[in-house]
């Protein structure tokens, strides 16, 4: 896993999927949005809004498994780790649309579209990359940035958990942080 | 988030000196609350959502992943079209309520119910009465204002069946308008049925949306702005012209400073009154001021500036800045585009903000209320609470960042036909021999998005050198004034046949005709010149442009400028590209409709190298050389 990473607070989510408008934007051959709507094949959201409970959002995108089990049942291995330390990737000129990785995973984060890079195929796998372009730049993940209530955060993760440790030990000790 | 560099905010000196004090002070200013926004909403940047009902809100995808309709079962056409038909509904609203207010005050003084203000160009009033078919023979002032003010009323209505101006517009524009039905019945009228028209499950034809738009600019264009510049006119005078300055220079380190932001002149001008008082300015002189300095930003401003030479400290994007050098002691405001985050920016200094309108409250302001009854006494209250604010000045925290340019102003076009010796005979010859080859209004306001004057003032640049006579309202006027546009020496700086024109009438290339209302002079004129060749406005070598817009009346301004047979330039796209079909519409399929449709350009050059080609065409068309 990597050390930074989206971390998902899906209760303070307001569903507005500002996050996914700006990932599809992210993903488009111009990157512009007004010209991303216009291209030949529609860039598409890589991180998808759940309805819970009472319409509660709920923010679901890839968690970049290791193993992955979309990886390990890819047969053209498609989804690889080598584009990007800690990320799986699609390849999309590798992607033969079978499904295996979609049925292997169990956050159900992949969806099938044509995709801008493998033009020829009616449809191949779409899933998060984790920006690792914007993030490379010195930049944080599309979804990252588009959100606008902390409900998707770019950060080390071990530097989370332990915040949430020390809150959990406040708790113990009944005083609420 | 790193800050952007200074250079990046504005292409003003005084501007970037004050984003930098303001950082110093603490101060936070428009382009940080621009920061914070980012990335702003995908889905409102191209117009695809909807909070028209409660079923909703909804949003389209544009991706094509998710929802290709609303609940109601509107598709990104019809919300595209609903929400562009509102916001040009607000823009319409907010002109023509400005105008009603002028309206109001006319009707006050026919009544006999004011003694503040009166009829300062009675050949006007006549003259506008008579135009509009009243019979003034043999009546008194009091009386025909009374009449004016009469059918005025009906044009906000629905009686008439047309606005009382629609004779101002060229017989060809008049048939296209009938052929599509765009002809302004009445202002409230037209904007009412709009949002009649936008509630859910009326209007869903995107096309018929917008047809409609374009009718209720219309109203705005040739009723309730054109009324509001013409009633100003004959209550406080038709500009003529003058001289003045512009940028923060104006403020003045030992007087008593005080600003007028808004947009009428209702209060502005009483507002003068008051500070030109001995007993006032006796009473400044007894705090330690050196005297009472009066100054204007944005379109009150622009009425001041016109009328009374008043100097202008700044645009749009000046307004927090202008409180920000610590030297202005109130800023007198009535309404629109005055940003509530002034409260804040003055609580930072010594300064106050005082509203005046019923209909424009600011919560942490100072409220004094003026109505036609009691304007003057209100006035001369705000001044003395400028003197007390005077006194709790903190002088080593004022910074005045720049010595004043010159301007000329005062252009209305009484006074450019005046110059012309009386009719548009000589300008009309300088257009066909070529020696200007056309005209452009560049008008509108500031953006945040886009560094500060930056687009207005190249645009001019580029036009001006084209042998393009360029005429500025509006915030764009400060754009023009703080780059020495508006001189007559600016001559220097446009093309040969344009600089000869000018040095030869002793004008600049650059005329300001007035405020954000004031377009409709821009519009009135193109229709006398029209009239004067017997053809369509569209066939007039001329455009529009509003390079650096944010408001919904720039949006009303830009339709009822290409609803008129304009060609208009925006510097930002309007929240509509989420459908293809209204975008279509506005940059080409209007054209087939109106003779004019929109481009969205943000580079000066390139949107300069756009309106020379539509004024070559159209001058090849009409037989000229290009």
């Known amino acids: 896993?990597?050390?930074?990473?989206?971390?998902?607070?899906?209760?303070?989510?307001?569903?507005?999927?500002?996050?996914?408008?700006?990932?599809?934007?992210?993903?488009?051959?111009?990157?512009?949005?007004?010209?991303?709507?216009?291209e030949d094949i529609l860039a598409k959201p890589r991180i998808h809004i759940g309805v819970g409970p009472e319409h509660k959002?709920?923010?679901?995108?890839?968690?970049?498994?290791?193993?992955?089990?979309?990886?390990?049942?890819c047969m053209p291995w498609a989804i690889r780790s080598d584009i990007a330390e800690g990320l799986k990737i699609v390849d999309p000129a590798r992607c033969i649309g079978c499904g295996m990785c979609a049925m292997a995973c169990p956050y159900y984060v992949i969806r099938f579209y044509r995709d801008k890079d493998a033009p020829e195929r009616p449809a191949v796998a779409v899933k998060c990359d984790g920006c690792h372009e914007r993030v490379a730049a010195g930049g944080v993940p599309a979804c990252v940035e588009a959100c606008k209530t902390g409900a998707l955060t770019f950060e080390d993760v071990n530097l989370y958990l332990k915040e949430g440790t020390n809150r959990l030990a406040n708790a113990a000790y009944g005083v609420r942080a | 988030m790193p800050k952007k560099d200074l250079n990046d905010y504005s292409i003003c000196s005084d501007a970037r000196a004050m984003i930098k004090k303001a950082r110093e002070d603490g101060v936070e200013t428009v382009w940080d609350r621009l920061e914070e926004q980012l990335p702003q909403c995908g889905f409102c940047e191209l117009g695809l959502s909807c909070r028209n009902c409660v079923m909703g809100p909804c949003r389209i995808d544009p991706f094509g992943h998710g929802p290709k309709r609303g609940v109601c079962g509107a598709d990104a056409d019809v919300i595209v079209a609903r929400n562009f038909g509102r916001m040009v509904a607000a823009g319409a609203a907010a002109h023509s309520d400005h105008g009603r207010d002028l309206l109001e005050t006319l009707h006050a003084v026919a009544e006999g119910e004011t003694g503040d203000y009166g009829i300062r160009d009675e050949e006007k009033l006549r003259r506008i009465a008579a135009e509009v078919g009243l019979d003034v023979a043999g009546k008194d002032t009091k009386a025909v204002a009374k009449a004016l003010a009469d059918r005025f009323f009906?044009?906000?209505?629905?009686r008439r069946g047309s606005v009382s101006f629609l004779g101002r517009v060229p017989a060809k524009r008049r048939e296209v308008w009938k052929k599509f039905g765009v002809t302004p019945r009445g202002i409230d009228r037209d904007i009412v049925e709009m949002m009649h028209r936008t509630h859910m499950g009326v209007d869903n034809d995107a096309v018929n949306l917008c047809l409609h738009a374009a009718r209720l600019s219309l109203a705005d264009g040739w009723g309730g702005s054109m009324i509001a510049t013409e009633l100003s006119d004959i209550i406080f005078g038709t500009p003529t012209p003058k001289t003045s300055k512009v940028n923060l220079g104006v403020l003045r380190a030992d007087h008593v400073n005080i600003l007028v932001h808004g947009h009428s002149p209702i209060v502005s001008e009483m507002i003068l009154a008051a500070v030109r008082d001995p007993g006032l300015i006796a009473k400044a002189k007894a705090a330690g001021a050196a005297g009472i300095n009066l100054a204007g930003l944005c379109c009150t401003g622009n009425e001041l500036l016109m009328r009374q030479g008043i100097p202008m400290a700044g645009n749009h994007l000046m307004t927090e800045l202008a409180l920000v050098t610590g030297a202005v002691e109130v800023v007198v405001v009535d309404y629109q585009c005055i940003m509530p985050s002034l409260v804040t920016v003055a609580a930072c200094y010594h300064s106050r903000i005082v509203s005046t309108s019923p209909k424009a409250k600011f919560t942490g302001a100072t409220h004094i209320e003026f109505d036609v009854h009691n304007a003057r006494q209100k006035a001369v209250e705000v001044v003395e609470l400028a003197i007390e604010r005077f006194t709790a000045r903190d002088q080593s925290r004022v910074d005045i960042p720049a010595t004043p340019v010159d301007m000329m102003t005062g252009f209305s076009n009484e006074a450019i036909l005046a110059a012309l010796g009386g009719t548009a005979g000589p300008l009309l010859d300088a257009v066909k021999a070529g020696k200007i080859r056309g005209a452009v209004g560049i008008v509108g306001c500031n953006n945040p998005k886009v560094k500060h004057d930056y687009q207005s003032a190249n645009l001019i640049r580029e036009c001006i050198k084209r042998d393009l006579l360029v005429l500025v309202t509006g915030c764009v006027t400060v754009s023009a004034g703080k780059q020495g546009l508006l001189v007559p020496q600016a001559a220097d700086l446009a093309g040969p046949g344009l600089s000869a024109v000018c040095k030869a009438l002793g004008i600049p290339p650059v005329l300001h005709m007035g405020s954000c209302v004031d377009n409709s002079r821009i519009i009135q004129l193109c229709g006398l010149l029209a009239?004067?060749?017997?053809?369509?406005?569209?066939?007039?070598?001329?455009?529009?442009?509003?390079?650096?817009?944010?408001s919904e009346k720039a949006a009303?301004?830009?339709?009822?400028?290409?609803?008129?047979?304009?060609?208009?330039?925006?510097?930002?796209a309007p929240p509509i590209l989420g459908s293809k079909t209204v975008t279509d519409l506005a940059v080409s399929g209007l054209d087939d409709v109106l003779g004019a449709c929109f481009a969205v350009e943000g580079d000066p050059v390139k949107a300069a190298e756009l309106i020379d080609a539509r004024i070559t065409a159209k001058r090849t068309a009409l037989g000229l050389v290009p």
């Open chain 1, 1 to 38: 896993m990597l050390k930074k990473t989206v971390i998902v607070r899906p209760e303070l989510c307001v569903g507005c999927m500002q996050c996914m408008i700006r990932c599809a934007q992210a993903h488009s051959r111009s990157k512009i949005l007004a010209s991303a709507i216009r």
């Open chain 1, 57 to 73: 959002p709920f923010p679901n995108k890839c968690r970049h498994c290791e193993p992955a089990p979309c990886q390990e049942a």
């Open chain 2, 154 to 158: 009906e044009d906000f209505g629905f």
């Open chain 2, 531 to 550: 009239d004067a060749l017997g053809v369509d406005i569209a066939d007039l070598p001329v455009a529009a442009a509003a390079p650096e817009w944010y």
């Open chain 2, 556 to 572: 009303t301004i830009g339709l009822y400028a290409v609803a008129s047979g304009i060609f208009t330039v925006l510097g930002l």
